[in-house]
């Protein structure tokens, strides 16, 4: 199965996001489903049941407290003037200490350690006759504030991918106190 491990976000904030998703209906842009809006901690790809396994035992040692995360400000990876991800920058100290954690665990498991940037993804872009739209709303939603929510999970999910877009699935749930 196809996993990666995630953190939700509120469903007000995934309301405010899909506000804000309205003005990318442009040519070439692909939004991301309103209840798929999450933020990767890391992902993994294909693992099998003894994996996933391990994995959930890995999930298992992650010592944190349940926190506050805020969200704001929008932009584009990989740069504004090259844009194939458009984001809303997501910020909490635990987001990193969590990510260390797990990653630390991972890779005794083989995953590679990854470069982290606490984001929530609002689109992907596919091609662009015209980019002026997309630009002028990177440089007005740069500065947005989304809002806070209270992050209380850590959640293992599965990805099925579809035409359509991914199907996204619930796994495990880690529970932070």
Request: charged share 30%.
């Amino acid at each position: 199965m196809r996993v990666f491990i995630a953190i939700e976000t509120s469903a007000d904030l995934r309301e405010k996001m899909a506000e804000l998703q309205k003005q990318l209906a442009i040519d070439g842009v692909k939004l991301v489903e309103k209840e798929n809006l999450h933020l990767t901690l890391h992902f993994l790809g294909e693992i099998d049941e003894a994996m996933n396994g391990r994995v959930i035992q890995a999930m298992n040692k992650i010592n944190c407290k349940k926190f506050e995360m805020s969200c704001s400000g929008v932009g584009a990876f990989p740069s504004n003037n090259y844009i194939r991800v458009i984001w809303v920058a997501a910020e909490a100290p635990e987001l990193r200490e969590i990510h260390e954690q797990l990653g630390g665990e991972l890779s005794k498991l083989g995953f590679k350690k990854e470069d982290f940037s606490p984001h929530i993804t609002l689109a992907r872009v596919k091609f662009l006759k015209d980019k002026t739209k997309l630009t002028e709303f990177l440089e007005e939603s740069a500065e947005t504030e989304i809002g806070d929510c209270i992050v209380d999970g850590v959640i293992l999910k599965k990805s099925t991918l579809t035409p359509k877009g991914p199907i996204y699935e619930n796994v495990y749930e880690k529970k932070l106190l």
